[in-house]
């Protein structure tokens, strides 16, 4: 019997490797808010990926949409107090557990960094984990790393992040303001393109997410 690879394993193969190139690929041109959306674009499509991947219905539980894998922003300076993404743009990748579906992000709910597993997906979270920690994944502030200085949602989308079913379709704001009846309310599936626009302050450069198919790419 031939051994073959499934379709799953291919997918994750290449966003993993997506995601290498992205974080490894030499900057030729030296445009490092176009290197931030590259980087940025292959998080969005891990985060789908592992919400493709890790299916989160559970009939026992009226709020497992709550748990649904989502990449969130943020920016804070806590000035030295609790962990903070050191007055940059950063953004997280994490999962909320079943005791915890708050919408915040937890250390323990951050997803490990594949290329790394020492390291979680986060540049930064007030509160949660400091950029400076050794299980940052630095990069991800994407202010430190590519100066990057401001970060907006808009279209079909607002606030500070987005969240992915088990189809890949993408939903907008915090999931556990949801009502729990009903996970798959209209007015948070994403109807039309979500922009996300980073700025260094004086270019700009926006990435799309198409409603239903979830994909991500660079306008």
Known sequence: M???FTMLELVFVIVVIGIISAMIAP????NNLREAADQLVSHIRYTQHL???DEKFDA???KWYRKRWQIIFGKSDNSGSTPDTHNQVAYSIFSDTASNSTGQV?????A???LDNTKLLSGGYSGTLDTSDEQSTR???IGEKYGVISYSLSGGCAWSRISFDYLGRPFKGNLASYTWTKPYQVNKLIQTACNITLSDGTKNITIAIEPETGYAHIL
Not at 27 to 30: A, D, H, P, T, V
């Open 2 to 4: 031939k051994k073959a």
């Open 27 to 30: 900057s030729f041109g030296g």
């Open 51 to 53: 919400a493709m991947m």
């Open 60 to 62: 026992s539980d009226p």
């Open 106 to 110: 937890d250390k323990t709910e951050i």
């Open 112 to 114: 490990k960094n594949p």
């Open 139 to 141: 990069e991800m502030n």
